[in-house]
């Protein structure tokens, strides 16, 4: 069954503004991950969270994670173009497997 | 430098054939991954590979099969191709587990397969 889910499906803004991105998941997880896809292109790894980390930075990116309600938001402040994409969050759950199980992306548009 | 390399990029082919997908990683990773997207963009595991080691096989036909000659490698055999196999086919590779779970994965630009 699908792990991850994001919400929204499409999201459409304008440069400058922020965009927010939510996931939610429905098992334990060891870490959540969010990924990029260009279109036409294959997936680029943006950030990694673990279960026992609450929020996360990475330039422009702001991730948090709240394990209690099973979902995580990733922020993409002051947002250009170039960050037009689908966006994936991706979990690891404690089973020992060592497959990702990826949610159905959330696609954002920005309008220059 | 290319990461993570896949061959073809396109492969467009017809019900019955068999077609082979090429993958090969220069990160030094141990672990390497098949994956599926189709049309609505949904990514699924198909199989994985540690150390030219299977590791998991989820519930794909047996028409599919990988290959992993060395850990750099990892090659997608498919069998009397169906229409239903029509998709975007991506190769990634990473490190091993740590305790804090999968390690980020890269990914290949990915295979796109046509079947008429």
């Known amino acids: 069954s699908q792990q991850g889910e994001e919400d929204p499906q499409a999201l459409s803004i304008q440069e400058g503004e922020n965009a927010t991105m939510n996931c939610s998941y429905k098992t334990s997880i060891n870490n959540l991950q969010w990924y990029r896809q260009n279109s036409g292109r294959g997936l680029v790894h943006l950030i990694l969270?673990?279960?026992?980390?609450r929020e996360k930075h990475s330039g422009r990116l702001r991730v948090t994670l709240d394990t209690s309600k099973k979902s995580s938001s990733l922020l993409i402040t002051a947002s250009r173009a170039a960050d037009t994409a689908s966006y994936f969050c991706a979990t690891h759950a404690g089973t020992g497997r060592r497959a990702l199980t990826f949610g159905s992306g959330t696609r954002l548009q920005v309008q220059p | 430098d290319t990461a993570v390399s896949q061959t073809p990029k396109y492969l467009v082919t017809q019900m019955g054939n068999d077609k082979s997908i090429k993958c090969e990683q220069n990160?030094?990773?141990?672990?390497m991954y098949w994956y599926k997207q189709d049309s609505k963009k949904f990514l699924k595991i198909m199989f994985s590979y540690n150390n030219k080691e299977l590791i998991i096989n989820e519930t794909v036909p047996n028409r599919f099969s990988p290959k992993s000659p060395d850990k750099a490698h990892l090659n997608l055999h498919i069998n009397s191709l169906e229409l239903g196999d029509s998709a975007v086919y991506f190769c990634?590779?990473?490190?091993?587990?740590?305790?804090?779970?999968?390690?980020?994965?890269?990914f290949g630009p990915g295979t796109r397969l046509t079947v008429t």
């Open positions: 969270i673990r279960s026992n980390e």
């Open positions: 990634a590779s990473s490190l091993h587990l740590t305790s804090g779970g999968a390690r980020e994965q890269y």
């Open positions: 990160l030094g990773h141990d672990t």
